[in-house]
């Protein structure tokens, strides 16, 4: 059987051991103003577009009803997991174009605008992969520095499956030409609130 | 200070001029130089083909002829690496251990050991800096580009005491040049446009003077330069060093 | 079949196109730099990881029981393969259980070391590869040519062309978002027509028996999710002991690969999906032997990133396909001959040791150090050519004797200099085909100083 045998020449094969390394020493303190700003600047570095709310003093409803009016003129069908949204149907056809996803990503991440969703807020785990455009609500307060404070944080065993989306789906494999929305989202939008 | 001398079989036989310039600057510098006479080569182009087990008399005879020297010193980084890091296979005797313990390229000797702050020498050229790859990455004389920590630039420093010299921005600070030892011939398509790729980078960048702490960069290099007919002039660190004209 | 070497010379002819080659790649080595020099803790990060893999290596196998455990109480199906051809029946016995004819892959170079597309193709099942370069190269019916850039040798004219004959794009069209939406319309369809779902890994976490994929386009998440049934093939060497792992490995894999500070999508894969199948099939595939081999066990450490390729010289001026083997460039050439000595005796010599590889390497892989003893290997096993191997013997007797080298020196030289041009300079010898000889001094350094101290 090929699990044994695997088992057993890793056994004879393998080299002493030696403990993990300590991971504590990449802890960060970063003011959250800086937090905020390398959020933002990674964010638009990976082609989202960012809008900043922090030190707006809008209704949040208010404004993303008019942003979405304006900037998605032409959107009729969405897939918003909020609890604010209308309840998502347990059978959706992504095979007919969805406009867009709305969600709040339990977290966020500064280094890289890594944005985190799980089967928590995801019904279907297609759907920001297979929606035309993402835009997700993240509230500063949950930005972290790096991903090692993520996953210290999250725990990615809670639900069966978890994804960190930092941008739009890209690709640069014709001559390393940037494509925005190759296979996913053909756009992604963050709300900083 | 005795200090035993360490003559690349290649510079022994093809560029003796940089011999005697390390010589000479040595003796400037106020050490006892000796060379013992019965050198040949420290084996690395054996052991790079595969062959090391074939150099084993060889990196015990040549242990063997400096074992009286408080340090050894070659111009070039290249073989003091590999006595270093490859004369790990023979039996580590006192004077196996002594030599690779203190066997030092020039340029890390001048910059370690002598502490130089200070050179009698002058070359008023734009002069361009071929940081070959076993000085650079093998025993760190500069910083590589790709590493993010501080490195102290030994070349560097050591050029700068000299007069005139106006050091070159390359597009592609130090990438190899494609000699890499019988690599030059085994593997000859790849070797040559390396060396023509690293001589365009040198002169698009007005570079006049090209030079390096190895020779053997160096020979490949003007080698290339010398068949198309065009190139800078090229010249080992020792000769500029040492005060030596064009 | 030819060696690195004439591959490597055949590829340089078109010297145009070697220069756009090799500076597509230095770009991305370009990018890496300024992308690591952000993180003042990046040589940390490079070490830590390199400590972490230590001690998955040590520990594997108590760390594949773990994972196994852990992932059968999510409820997935663990599977064992000890070579690809047994991966490969595997992975068919899944898609016959559940009568899949339609597949779609994300990338995965365990699955292209396994020919897994050739197997499932011979038995009748369809096989779609949807990232977008691994799809162009299936299309030319090629290898990859670079583990995370694998059509980085193909220029989008030939692309425009292909997807015109294929695709049925229009004629003469070459712009890369043109043809990246054409790709994507066409591979929208396989992925919602797909039965299963297969997708490489490229981490998978002991303690939680999940898997992670990392990709840009989000491709294997598109498949995963569509398809009944998802399968990862993962070798033996991906496991990382916990989650908070992830965090040292994330930072580095997507910086060292392409400069990004991410990929777009860092997907967990923990459980089946409502009322579908998830498998995992671990690949041992020569693996747990390399273990075994103190010299050479750190290459399974690699996180297939890719920078030791862009960052090769000779790798950016001899294509991937000189190396003619699934993993090509510096990482390449020392996975390669553990696998097969004689068929890959050449590829430890496709390298000048220059070092740039292990510098860049974000597992600290001592690369350029591995190729060295690779050669020595491939001189114990007689597989260096005689060619190189007589002279060079014959070079060694002569350092071992001073009298004889400076004669033999003397003999040289003065041939050298009096010899006529022509036998000098011909096709045999491979310094003189495009390099002039050093000029030939009067003396020799030793001539110099006998003389000078006799006076």
Known sequence: MSRADILEAIKKNKPQSLSLPDLSVFQHEISPEILVADFIKTSTGNMSNVVDLTTSEVDLSVFLEEFIAENF????????????????????????????????????????????????????RVAPFACQHTLMVIDHHNIVPTMHQAYQILNINETGYGVFIAGPSKTADIEQSLVIGAQGAVSNTVILI | ?????????????????????????????????????????????????????????????????????????????????????????????????????NAYDLVEFLVDVLKIDHLDASFPYKVGLHRS???????????????????????????????????????????????????????????????????????????????????????????????????????????????DKL | ???????????????????????????????????ASLLPEW??????????????????????????????????????????????????????????????????????????????????????????GERIIQMRKEEPSHVVLPAIHIKKEEVGELFHKELGTEEGNSDPTYLTKAARTHLRQRFFEADAAITGVNFGIAETGGVVVCTNEGNADMGCHSAAVQIHSMGIEKLLPK??????????????????????????FQKPQKGKEMHIVIVDNGRSEQLGKEDF???????????????????????????????????????????????????????????SCSDVCPVKIDIHEQLYKWRQEIYKHHELPKSKSIPLRITGKIFENPSIFNSVGKIARSSLKHLPRFMVYNNLNGWGKQRELPEVPEYSFKEWYKKQKDE
């Open chain 1, 73 to 124: 003129p032409k959107a009729t069908k969405f897939y918003d997991t909020r609890s604010s949204g209308k309840e998502i149907p347990e059978n959706v056809d992504f095979q007919e174009n969805i406009d867009l996803f709305i969600a709040e990503p339990k977290l966020g991440v500064a280094e890289n605008g890594c944005l985190w969703l799980d089967e928590g807020i995801l019904k279907h």
């Open chain 2, 1 to 101: 200070m005795r200090v035993g001398l360490f003559i690349p079989c290649y510079i022994d036989q093809f560029f003796p001029e940089v011999g005697i310039a390390t010589l000479q600057l040595l003796e400037k510098q106020g050490c006892e130089v000796v060379f013992p006479e019965k050198q040949t080569c420290c084996g690395q182009p054996m052991a790079n083909t595969g062959m090391e087990q074939e150099g084993k008399k060889i990196y015990a005879d040549l242990a063997e002829l400096f074992s009286d020297c408080k340090y050894i010193v070659g111009p070039s980084p290249s073989c003091v690496n590999h006595i270093r890091e490859h004369y790990d296979i023979i039996e580590q005797t006192e004077a196996i251990r002594h030599l690779r313990k």
């Open chain 2, 133 to 243: 790859c076993h000085g650079l990455r093998g025993m760190h004389l500069s910083k590589p580009s790709e590493l993010m920590c501080d490195i102290p630039l030994k070349w560097e420093k050591v050029l700068g005491l000299v007069e005139g010299v106006e050091l070159a921005k390359l597009n592609r600070s130090d990438e190899c040049c494609g000699f890499g030892g019988t690599f030059a011939v085994a593997e000859e398509a790849v070797s040559v446009k390396m060396g023509k790729d690293r001589l365009a980078d040198h002169l698009a960048n007005g570079v006049e003077v090209l030079t390096s702490g190895d020779m053997s960069c160096l020979m490949h290099l003007q080698g290339i330069a010398g068949r198309q007919k065009s190139g800078p002039r090229i010249v080992h660190l020792a000769n500029i060093l040492n005060g």
């Open chain 3, 1 to 35: 079949m030819s060696t690195h070497s004439e591959k490597a010379a055949a590829f340089i002819k078109d010297e145009a196109r070697t220069n756009w080659h090799d500076g597509a790649l230095w770009h991305v080595r370009e990018k890496r730099d300024a992308a």
């Open chain 3, 43 to 132: 040589e940390l990060l490079r070490n830590t990881a390199s400590h972490i893999k230590d001690n998955v290596l040590a520990n594997l196998d108590d760390y594949l029981i773990q994972f196994e455990a852990e992932a059968k109480k999510n409820g997935v199906v663990v599977h064992w393969a000890k070579d690809g051809k047994e991966h490969n029946q595997i992975v068919g016995q899944i898609l016959q259980r559940s009568n899949a004819k339609k597949v779609v892959k994300s990338k995965s170079m365990l699955t292209e070391e396994c020919k897994l597309n050739d197997f499932l193709e011979e038995n009748d099942i369809e096989i779609i590869d949807t990232d977008l």
């Open chain 3, 243 to 268: 989650a908070e792992h992830l965090g040292v490995f994330t930072r580095l894999l997507a910086r060292s690969a392409t400069g990004q500070p991410t990929t777009i999508y860092t997907s967990h």
């Open chain 3, 297 to 355: 066990r750190n290459s399974l450490k690699c996180i297939r990133c890719g920078a030791c390729m862009n960052t090769c010289p000779i790798y950016r001026r001899s294509g991937g396909h000189s190396y003619h083997a699934t993993i090509p460039g510096p990482i390449g050439a020392i996975l390669s001959p553990n696998r097969d000595l004689k068929k890959y005796s050449d590829l430890p010599f496709a390298s000048t040791l220059c070092g």
